[in-house]
Each structure stands twice: as C-alpha cells, then as structure tokens.
C-alpha cells in the first residue's frame, strides 16, 4: 500500500503520477474552500491542476534568492553588506585578508545549480529568464549575457573553502552563524537555522534579496500529495489533512517556524521577523516575482542543467582560487 501522503517541491515533478492516474484529485475541497481565491501568487497553485483536476496542495511560498550574512564579520572587516555580485565581488577579497571565508559553500550539485540560477537572475533580468527557461530561446543561451552569468559564477569560486566539496546547506549556514564565513547564498529556508540558534534578523544576520540592482524571488515551495486509494475512509482523511494544510492557523504557525511564507495572505503573521517582512514586502510587488525554471522545463533537462553547471563549477579546466580573473 502506498504512503497516504507525500512532500515534493513545487514544481513539475509529480507531473507523470498525474499523468498516470495514481493521485488523489483534490478538486471537491479545493472548490468548497474556494482555493483558487487565496492561494497566492498563482504560479504556486498552477502545478497542481492539471487536465481540469487539483493533485496537490502547496503549503508554503520558498525564495531562493537570498544572500545571507554575518553582520560582525562585515562590520569587524569594515566593507558594507553587497546589494549586487559586483558589489560582493569587490568586498571579497578583503574579507579573505581579514582571515574570514568570503562565502560558505556547499559543494552539492543542488547548490551548485542553486547558486547559479541566482547570479543568473541577479546579473541579468526577468526578460533575460523567460526567454532562456520559458521561451527555450537558444540566442539567450549563447549570448554575451550569458557569458557574464558564467563569468560572475566562476569567480566565487576563489572566494569559498577547501572543506566545500560534498558539504550540506545547513552546514554552510552554520559557518555564517558561527562567524567563520562572512555570507551564503540559500533560499529563505535558512532563517530557520538563524533562527534556531537565537540570532535576531537584521541584527546578527542579515538577509539582502537578489543579490541584484532590482531583486526577483523565484517562488517555489513545498506540495503534499495523496495517492489514490480505493479506501474512502482514507480518502475522507487526506482530504480532511488537506483541509488542515491550508487553514490559516496551520499556515501561521508552520510557516513562521519554517522561515518560508504562508500562501494565503489572511494570517496572523504579527510575529514576522525583519527577514520575513522583506520577503513579504517582495511579494506584495508583482514585478519581483518570476516563475522558477522547473515550472518551465521537465525533470529530466533540469537535471542535465544540473550537471552542466556541476561540470563547469568543478572541472579541472575552470577551477582557480588565486587569480580573479579565472572562470
């Protein structure tokens, strides 16, 4: 018997369970709560339907584009915290003579990939993005913008540890609590970490969105699914959790624990921190919002893109930590 539930991203990624009859259509508790009309921004809600049926339920509304900062090690090295990679690029070298990690890297092909769908998106601009993911354009991929993105990309490289290869993100994060590491680029997952070890927004830590002249957060999130089951009194019962998922009470609290924020806008969130504010101010803007590239391409490409930038990140060819110059 299949599990009654599970997690995915939001994305494309259950698309062929779909396909093949598997999950439960959520679509009579979706109608009677009226789903379409809370859940925000629509691109979260968008990869559930499919052919006229609902087959998930997002929980959550996740940023990636966040950079993460030690605020005492900026002060103690006396730079100012980047708003754009030229900005960090330019800081970093003197945060490495002051014997701090410019930034902390997790050497993960996801991370890799992460970092750089976040340069890409904060050296160029929306257009740039949907003609690359959307539109597939070809002319996008071989342009000069592009090559700046790769630039940009490979020149972080001389300004992470030794220790990167193979580290999780939290451990990354840590490092940026810890004072080891001046910055991190992660998703707004990690002001759960921050948050963990009593540290207070915009006063330990900060958190600058993009980084880019005009921040975009790619939202994503979290999804439930339910697999189809010919018991009805399970099936009454994932509808009764999907129910419970969505609930403004749930969505306060689950979300102010996870760092992440809630897709619907009518709830309590009085106890929002500095960063959570930032993130919600972002998507009260609809021209900071753009749909992510999973929403755009199947699995399958994600993942040669994934290697691709694996590849150009940890190649022989492109690694050099001691000339600025190298990507």
Known sequence: MPQCAAQFNTSRQFEELIEEGLLLDLTPVAEKEGWTSFIR?????????????????????HSAQWLWTNKKVFAEVGVKEPNTWEEFLS???????????PLAFG???????????????????EAFWNRLWKDKSVDAAGSAQMRKVFETFGALRQFTDAGAPGRN?????????????????MGDWARGEFAAADKVAEVDYGCIPGPSKRPYLTLGGDAFIFPKSSDKNLEAAQMKLASMMLSPYIQAKFNNTKGSLPVRADVDLSVADACMKKGLALLDDPKASITPANAYITEDTNGQIQDLVSTFWNGSQYVCRQCPGCF
């Open 41 to 61: 921004p629509s691109s979260i809600l968008n990869p559930c339907m499919k052919d006229g049926g609902i087959y998930c339920v997002p929980v959550n509304i």
């Open 91 to 101: 800081v970093a070298p003197k945060i490495r003579e002051a014997g701090y990690i």
């Open 107 to 125: 050497g993960q092909g996801w991370q890799e990939r992460h970092v750089f769908d976040v340069v890409l998106i904060g050296v160029t601009d």
């Open 169 to 185: 993100w939290n451990d990354a994060t840590n490092m940026v609590i810890t004072g080891k590491a001046a910055a991190q680029v």
